[in-house]
């Protein structure tokens, strides 16, 4: 029944138990597992040649809590582990957190970071306040105003060794989701890919595709407009051994009203140019958040 306490009474509903994920997330293949993670807990693994759902993956108890209060949080597990080209490592975390109404500026996602010298830079999308956020989700009123939906952009952050942060926006045009050539991970990186939002007339929706050049502060990018809706861009390299930015952009491109998904690639130097190959979805893919490119 909804507001009832849960079964055994309120010391049960004060030290519940921490619900499995839902695995809503993104997928990530690590040492030769297919996983989806999550945000608060393990994720589930799959069989990658037909997606059959093998069960919840502990990871062999690599990221287990400790203490009882850790115990009784569960195991939260980042859905975005980090892998470390250089080192043959994959990288995660677990944290519980909150809403922190007095935090300055939000990120929600991060692109990527590496050292440079004695600092450590780092790109990410930057939203003004997670309070502001939060106030327009749950008001809903963007739906009606997207005026008032925080749009969060791209910016360099430099951390030095004596702690002094610098900081600057790469460009203005908003974006979500980043991600980088996965070779790069933990390297320097001189393009991030993104969902974007083309028009104002989109509202909050993510309607086009874009790479932004951090070292000119241009971006280059192709929008579907109003009625369609754009997943997280990857990059696939035209050459896996070659580190020259060349490639394609691989994207969902959904079209709202007809309900269809296309499978979308683009020219990863020229994506104002349109999609070189559409390839139409058999069935409508909905909305997702992240993915990854797998070789065969």
């Not at 990658?48 to 597990?77: F, I």
């Not at 809903?140 to 004596?162: E, K």
């Not at 390839?279 to 070789?295: D, I, K, R």
Request: glycine residues 10%; proline residues 9%.
């Amino acid at each position: 029944m909804a507001g009832a306490n849960a079964a055994g009474g309120r010391p049960r509903t004060l030290l519940p138990r921490p619900a499995a994920s839902q695995a809503s997330t993104s997928v990530a293949m690590i040492d030769g597992r297919l996983l989806a993670p999550g945000k608060g807990d393990m994720p589930w693994e799959l069989e990658p040649g037909t997606l059959e759902t093998l069960g919840r993956c502990d990871l062999d108890r690599a990221p287990a809590p400790s203490g009882l209060l850790g115990r009784r949080l569960g195991s939260p597990y980042s859905a975005h582990p980090c892998w470390d080209p250089r080192t043959a490592e994959t990288w995660n975390f677990g944290c519980v957190f909150g809403p922190r109404p007095r935090d300055p500026w939000f990120p929600w996602h991060f692109a990527g970071a590496y050292d440079d010298g004695d600092d450590i830079v780092l790109d990410l999308a930057r939203f003004r306040c997670w309070t502001v956020m939060h106030e327009a989700i749950s008001s809903m009123g963007h739906l009606t105003d997207p005026s008032c939906f925080p749009v969060g952009r791209l910016r360099r952050y430099r951390v030095t060794a004596s702690g002094k942060v610098e900081d600057h926006q790469i460009n203005a045009l908003p974006m979500e989701r980043p991600t980088i050539d996965p070779r790069r991970s933990t390297t320097a990186h001189r393009n991030v890919y993104g969902a974007t939002i083309g028009t104002p007339a989109s509202g909050v929706t993510f309607t086009a595709v874009a790479r932004y050049d951090t070292e000119l502060g241009e971006a280059d990018a192709h929008d579907y407009g109003p009625g369609h809706l754009v997943s997280e861009p990857l990059l696939v390299p035209r050459d896996r051994k070659q580190f020259d930015e060349q490639g394609w952009l691989v994207a969902y491109e959904a079209r709202l009203t007809a309900g269809t998904t296309n499978i979308v690639a683009f020219d990863a130097q020229s994506v104002a140019d349109g999609p070189v190959c559409t390839l139409p979805a058999p069935e409508s893919l909905g909305f997702t958040f992240h993915g990854q490119w797998v070789h065969a």
